[in-house]
């Protein structure tokens, strides 16, 4: 005969087992993850879940201030960090090779080429990233929140990122956005694509060789930079290097950086001939997928 005790016992072990434990939760529901910054309140995480059409059952990673430390640290300015982990991600795993494309919303600092740059880097590929925060933040939480997620989930999805190239990351991310502050935000991440095209094509072996390669980019850029902005772009590309990171990956990576190639081809800097043979191509092709409607 069952004691009280016993039988209490007994279904207080099986409540127990019932439970999510943090090995059990399912962060990871149909080749979906989502981030949740810490300081979201209960309206703004049903908001934001909501927006992010978080799959059904799913549990969130959440984004600390420990964890922007953590994967931001030093390299990126408190004063960007804002204090406050608001905005939030949901990451789609895709099929070997469709590469990795990001769309923001309410986010005022790091752009989506920036995102796109700094998580190629860190190793990221074939996703489909989604940001976003209920009010205009800095985005500095989403980005920490997307870095602990593939740290977190890396025995489930078989993703595992190396403290090597996430640290590079950040680097990046850090070096773009100081030399963005001289070239313009909306520029800088086309001339960092445009210095690791050109380090995938010309394949230079050391350090003054990067030097070189990156100073002719400027140059046929017209860009001005200082001393010391070409020192950490310089420095950034050594490490990258010495990393044996493969460029031709990084540079196939990207999926969606950069302008669009139509708001590009039809942009006031650059109407002529390229824009004319563009709209012709458009119009071409247009006419071609009519016939199939």
Known sequence: MHTPTKIMASAVIASALLLPT???????????????????????????????????????????SADE???????????????????????????????????????????KDMYLNALVTAG?????????????????SALTGIMKAYDQTSAETGIKL????KDLAQQELSVTSDVGKTVGTDKVADLMNEIKAEIANQKPETKV?????IVQ???????????????????????????????????????????????????????GFFAKLFDGLSDFFSSIAGVFK
């Open 22 to 64: 943090a090995a059990s939760a399912e962060q990871v529901v149909d080749k979906t993850i989502v981030t949740l910054g810490e300081s979201l309140g209960a309206k703004d995480k049903a908001w934001v879940l909501s927006r992010l059409n978080a799959p059904e059952g799913i549990t969130p990673i959440i984004a600390t």
């Open 69 to 111: 430390e953590k994967y931001l640290g030093k390299n990126i300015p408190q004063s960007q960090k804002g204090g406050n982990m608001y905005s939030s991600a949901k990451i789609e795993l895709t099929e070997k090779g469709d590469g990795l494309s990001v769309s923001t919303e309410n986010i005022t600092w790091v752009t």
């Open 124 to 140: 990221v590929k074939d996703a489909d990233i989604t940001i976003t925060s209920p009010y205009k933040v800095t985005g500095t």
């Open 162 to 165: 190396s403290d090597e190239r």
């Open 209 to 213: 060789e990067i030097e070189n390669l």
């Open 217 to 271: 980019v400027i140059q046929n850029n017209n860009i001005q930079l200082s001393d010391a902005q070409m020192d950490r772009l310089t420095n950034l590309f050594n490490q990258m290097e010495q990393a044996n990171i493969n460029w031709g990956q990084i540079e196939s990576g990207l999926k969606n950086a950069g302008q669009d190639i139509h708001a590009f081809a039809t942009s006031e800097e650059t109407k």
